[in-house]
């Protein structure tokens, strides 16, 4: 299983980016998607997730500015990021849990079997 991240790049404050992030391979029961960030010297931290039933959860800081969406027949993860700020600064990872046991925490690392290799986001 391959995860595939693109859309990052450069914004300015206040401005938007879509982040799209595309699974292939053998794919079996996904239990849930998810985005993370990690900016230099922090930890991995959990921004938005998706998971099979459709629950979708956010981390504080970005509820009401960032949305995630999934499309199931395209096997493809997106993250809408508007009014960026600063702190949206990162590397942004995507990650999917895939298992017949859909137990996880999706909001941490620990969720999640696969990832892919980033894309950077900056923010001026």
């Known amino acids: 299983v391959q995860l595939v991240e693109s859309g990052g790049g450069s914004a300015q404050a206040g401005g938007s980016l879509k982040l799209t992030c595309v699974m292939s391979?053998?794919?079996?029961?996904?239990?849930?998607m998810g985005w993370f960030r990690q900016a230099p010297g922090k930890e991995r931290e959990g921004v938005a997730a998706i998971e099979g039933g459709g629950r979708i959860s956010y981390r504080d800081s970005v509820k009401g500015r960032f949305t995630i969406s999934k499309d199931n027949a395209k096997n493809t993860l997106y993250l809408q990021m508007n009014s960026l700020n600063p702190e949206g600064a990162a590397m942004y990872y995507c990650a999917a849990d895939m298992a017949w046991d859909c137990s996880g925490d999706y909001r941490t690392v620990y969720g999640y079997n696969y990832w892919g290799q980033g894309t950077q986001v900056t923010v001026s």
């Open positions: 391979g053998y794919i079996t029961n996904v239990c849930a």
